[in-house]
C-alpha cells in the first residue's frame, strides 16, 4: 500500500529550499508547549509582523487595539517585498473575488501544520491521497513523504480504481470533492473500502458532508482555514478544532471568526475578517494532551452538493473557483443558484466593469461542463442565503 517507507531518512536531503523538514519538526516540538508559552510565541510574532508594517504592537492590548480589517482595508495596502511572495486569488466566503499576496514561506509552513494535524488522527507515515486545486504543485517532495496528489478538478472513475485498489490510510481535500469521490466509490459497488479510510475535510463548512459520509469511513475530522490564513485550526481525534497557535490567532467578535496571519511578511492579515461563525475558546484542554485555543460552533461557506438531475459531474467549489481566478476584475460579487427541474443555473453578479462580453465565456463552460443551460443575472446587492455561495433550489 504505497511506496516503500524503508528510506523515509533520505527525505531531509531532498527537501532543500522547500524548507518543510524545520517547520515539521519545529511543530511537532511546539504542540507540547504550555498554553503560556504558545502565547508568548504569538506575541513574539506579532511584534516583528508590526515592525514591517508599523502597527505599534508591542503587547496584547496593543494587538486588540487594533481596528480590525476586511479585504476592503487588505486592498489599500501596499504589499512589501512582493518578489518574496506569490499572487493568489481567491472569493473566500463571500463571494467577492480578491487578489492578494501570499508568502512564499507560507507553503512548507502550510505543508508541516497538515502533517501534524494528519497524525492527531492517527496517521504516521501511511499513504495519504490530497485532492488539490488544479495540478499537483509539488508532487516531487509528496512522493517522499507517502503523498499522492491529485486534481479535484478531474475526478473521474481512474480516481475510483486508485482509491479501491491502494486503499489510502486518510484523504485530505475540498469536502466537496471528497464527497464527490466517496459516491462514486459507493455507486461502484466498492463502498466496503471506505470502513478503512479516513477523511480530513477542507474549504467548505462540512456539517452536511459529515452528515452524508460518516456511516461509511472510518473517522472523518476537518481543518478551518481561509485563503488568506490557510492553517487557522485542524481538529484531533478527540473532537476538538486546535486553533494552529504557532500560525495564526483566532478571536471571535459579535459571533464572528477573525484571525491574524502570523508568517505573512508581505500583507498585515491582522485581526482579519473570514466571513465565517465560530466561538473561539481560550487555552482549552483537551483529552489528546493538547492544550490550545479552539473554535467551536463553526458555520463556514456553504456550497450545496447535489448530484442528480442529470448533472454531469456533482456541484463543488469547482463550478465557482473560475470566477475569482479568471473573472475578479469583471464582478465584485457573485453566488450561484442550481435549478434542477429547469435544469438551468442562474449566476448572479454585481458588475464592476461596464462590459460583462468576456464573462460569457465562463457561462459557456459551465453549460459544457455541467449539461445545464447558464444564465446571468445582473444586481445591485448580491442575494443573502445564509452564507451559501452555492444554492441548490430542488423544488
Not at 35 to 45: E, G, M, P, T, V
Not at 123 to 135: C, F, I, K
Not at 271 to 285: H, S
Request: glycine share 8%.
Amino acid at each position: 500500500m504505497g511506496h516503500e517507507r524503508d528510506f523515509s531518512d533520505f527525505f531531509p536531503l531532498v527537501d532543500g529550499s522547500f524548507g518543510l523538514v524545520p517547520w515539521r519538526n519545529f511543530l511537532f516540538r511546539a504542540q507540547k508547549w504550555p498554553y503560556s508559552k504558545k502565547k508568548r510565541f504569538q506575541l513574539y510574532l506579532l511584534r516583528g509582523i508590526s515592525q514591517e508594517f508599523g502597527l505599534g504592537i508591542e503587547g496584547w492590548d496593543d494587538y486588540y487595539a487594533q481596528k480590525p480589517k476586511d479585504k476592503a482595508v487588505i486592498s489599500s495596502v501596499e504589499p512589501h517585498n512582493p518578489e518574496a511572495a506569490v499572487r493568489h486569488e481567491t472569493s473566500g466566503s463571500s463571494g467577492i473575488p480578491f487578489a492578494f499576496y501570499r508568502d512564499k514561506s507560507l507553503e512548507a509552513i502550510d505543508a508541516a501544520v497538515f502533517e501534524r494535524a494528519w497524525s492527531w488522527v492517527g496517521r504516521t507515515d501511511e499513504l495519504v491521497l490530497r485532492l488539490v486545486s488544479g495540478p499537483p504543485k509539488w508532487a516531487y517532495y509528496d512522493y517522499f513523504r507517502n503523498i499522492v496528489p491529485m486534481n479535484y478538478r478531474t475526478i473521474d472513475e481512474k480516481y475510483v480504481r486508485w482509491v479501491v485498489e491502494k486503499k489510502p490510510y486518510l484523504i485530505h481535500g475540498v469536502a466537496g470533492a471528497i464527497h464527490d469521490l466517496a459516491e462514486r466509490i459507493i455507486n461502484a459497488g466498492k463502498g466496503s473500502v471506505l470502513k478503512g479510510i479516513k477523511l480530513f475535510l477542507m474549504s467548505e463548512d462540512t456539517r452536511s458532508h459529515r452528515q452524508a459520509l460518516e456511516k461509511y469511513f472510518r473517522g472523518i475530522y476537518m481543518g478551518y482555514g481561509i485563503a488568506e490564513c490557510r492553517t487557522v485550526a485542524s481538529e484531533c481525534s478527540y473532537g476538538t478544532l486546535h486553533v494552529n497557535m504557532e500560525t495564526s490567532i483566532a478571536e471571535t467578535i459579535n459571533g464572528e471568526l477573525y484571525v491574524t496571519n502570523l508568517h505573512n511578511k508581505v500583507l498585515p492579515f491582522v485581526r482579519y475578517k473570514t466571513g465565517d461563525k465560530g466561538e473561539v475558546i481560550y487555552g482549552k484542554k483537551c483529552r489528546c494532551g493538547i492544550v490550545s485555543d479552539a473554535i467551536e460552533g463553526i458555520e463556514g461557506k456553504v456550497i450545496d452538493y447535489y448530484s442528480g438531475g442529470g448533472l454531469k459531474q456533482p456541484t463543488g467549489w469547482w463550478l465557482v473557483s473560475p470566477i475569482s481566478h479568471k473573472y475578479g476584475d469583471l464582478v465584485s460579487a457573485w453566488r450561484l443558484e442550481v435549478l434542477p427541474n429547469r435544469k438551468l443555473i442562474q449566476v448572479y453578479v454585481v458588475p464592476k466593469a461596464e462590459s460583462l462580453d468576456r464573462f460569457k465565456e465562463y457561462l459557456a463552460w459551465l453549460k459544457e461542463s455541467t449539461g445545464f443551460d447558464a444564465e446571468l443575472v445582473k444586481v445591485n446587492t448580491i442575494p443573502n442565503w445564509r452564507r451559501r455561495l452555492l444554492r441548490v433550489l430542488e423544488a
